[in-house]
């Protein structure tokens, strides 16, 4: 969602643009990745002496309940990421740089199993492993294995 569009979205549900929202909302468009409350809240504590944690929190759960972004699990950490309404996408999520890389997916195109009465209105598919990058940095650091004797 480009960042016009987004705080024009905001201000048609009445919520105030700011300039610590506005930061936000450019932060959050520009990542290519799910992102902790945490990571928002150190990358605008720099601009922003003095901004409590609560502040971003708050933001992203006001965001959440506009639809704009959604959370889920990532390690034992709840992590956000922008909402693509126009082309809902399946994401491969990497578990160590956290990278997601998204696909454009249909479930109706695929022969899956669904209830004869039931109607499919939303998906959210997460695959999670290792990008190529991380996982070939696993590869060199890995520890040998040991020799077992049988």
């Known amino acids: 969602m480009q960042l016009d569009k987004l705080i024009d979205y905001l201000v048609e549900h009445g919520v105030r ?4 929202r506005r930061f936000l909302v450019d932060l959050i468009v520009g990542l290519n990745r799910p992102f902790s409350a945490m990571e928002i809240y150190q990358a605008m504590e720099k601009t922003f002496h003095g901004l409590s944690y609560g502040t971003v929190y708050r933001n992203l ?3 959440r309940q506009l639809r704009i972004v959604e959370i889920f699990l990532l390690d034992n950490e709840l992590r956000y990421r922008i909402i693509d309404h126009v082309q809902p996408q399946l994401h491969f999520i990497c578990m160590d740089c956290k990278q997601a890389i998204p ?3 249909d479930p109706e195109q695929m022969e899956l199993p669904k209830p004869q ?4 209105l939303k998906y959210k598919i997460d695959v999670f492993g290792y ?3 991380c996982e070939s940095s696993l590869e060199t650091h ?6 077992w004797n049988d």
Do not use: N
């Open 61 to 63: 759960e006001l965001f």
């Open 17 to 20: 643009i700011t300039t610590q």
């Open 117 to 120: 009465q039931f109607r499919s």
């Open 142 to 147: 890995a520890p040998t294995r040991p020799e």
């Open 103 to 105: 696909m454009s997916f």
């Open 131 to 133: 990008c190529t990058d």
